[in-house]
């Protein structure tokens, strides 16, 4: 992806055809800061997004969806298997997992010290209220420029568009799920060009909702969350994961070096 200003070279990883930054989280919410900020006005957003076991099915069996994510200029490791995966398969290993879910508060606690403000686009409006409203109790010195629920179309979207340009948030939280986030930045992305940065968060407005619980800490660590997400969610995720799970370890034994 074109954009303004150039990043560092940040060493990768390749886990299941991706090149994965290798970063821990807080070097990571520091680069999502200085990054922001450093985009040079009328020029493309920066387009960071994030990688798990789901993503890295859809991208061996979808080239569409493969080329959408290459087009990042930066991936996370966004999955503790991926972290697993990068001490067995690679000759440099991931740090940690940069879960969106824990990136977010790294990301707030430093934007309150910088002034950098943010743009919440995703989820339903109830939702998406909601965590902004806990947001805003959280961190009471962040700067958040406005927020709007993930279902808009036709001339709705281009007025929402045209008015987070105009607002300038210096990072867009977009959290449409995948790949329709990234097929948003595909699309729209050129129009945003006074947004510093956009991240990609799936669930993240879901999850600060309280609608959506986490797995306990050992079992993130365990890298069994997806477990845990099945049983919590068995009707919508079972044969999710039932039928990516292998496709996304065959991806990584085959594409990962």
């Given at each position: 992806m074109t954009t303004g200003a150039q990043f560092?070279?940040?060493?990768?990883?390749?886990?299941?055809?991706?090149?994965?930054?290798?970063?821990?989280?807080?070097?990571?919410?520091?680069?999502?800061?200085?990054?922001?900020?450093?985009h040079l006005p009328n020029t493309r957003p920066y387009y960071f997004t994030s990688a798990n076991g789901d993503v890295i099915a859809q991208v061996g069996q979808n080239k569409e969806v493969a080329g959408l994510?290459?087009?990042?200029?930066?991936?996370?490791?966004?999955?503790?298997?991926?972290?697993?995966?990068?001490?067995l398969l690679c000759s440099v290993q991931l740090p940690e997992?940069?879960?969106?879910?824990?990136?977010f508060h790294d990301v707030a606690k430093l934007a309150e010290q910088e002034g950098t403000t943010?743009?919440?686009?995703?989820?339903?409006?109830?939702?998406?209220?909601?965590?902004?409203?806990?947001i805003r109790a959280k961190y009471p010195r962040l700067r958040i420029s406005g927020n709007c629920h993930g279902f808009l179309a036709g001339q709705a979207l281009e007025r929402k568009l045209d008015e987070i340009n105009a607002l300038a948030p210096d990072i867009l939280w977009l959290g449409l799920g995948v790949p329709r986030e990234q097929i948003f930045i595909r699309d729209y992305a050129s129009r945003l060009?006074?947004?510093?940065?956009?991240?990609?968060?799936?669930?993240?407005?879901?999850?600060?909702?309280?609608?959506v619980r986490r797995a306990p800490l050992w079992v993130q660590k365990a890298g069994f969350e997806w477990l845990w997400r099945v049983m919590m969610e068995p009707r919508r995720l079972f044969w999710r994961y039932f039928t990516t799970s292998p496709r996304a370890v065959y991806a990584l034994l085959r594409y990962s070096k």
């Open positions: 560092p070279a940040l060493p990768t990883v390749v886990l299941g055809g991706l090149p994965i930054t290798v970063i821990d989280r807080q070097d990571a919410a520091r680069l999502m800061i200085a990054s922001a900020r450093g994510f290459r087009q990042a200029d930066q991936i996370f490791a966004d999955g503790q298997p991926l972290v697993f995966a990068s001490r997992r940069v879960a969106t879910t824990d990136l943010f743009y919440l686009l995703g989820s339903t409006e109830a939702e998406n209220n909601k965590a902004v409203a806990r060009h006074n947004v510093g940065l956009i991240k990609t968060s799936g669930g993240l407005f879901d999850h600060i909702a309280g609608k």
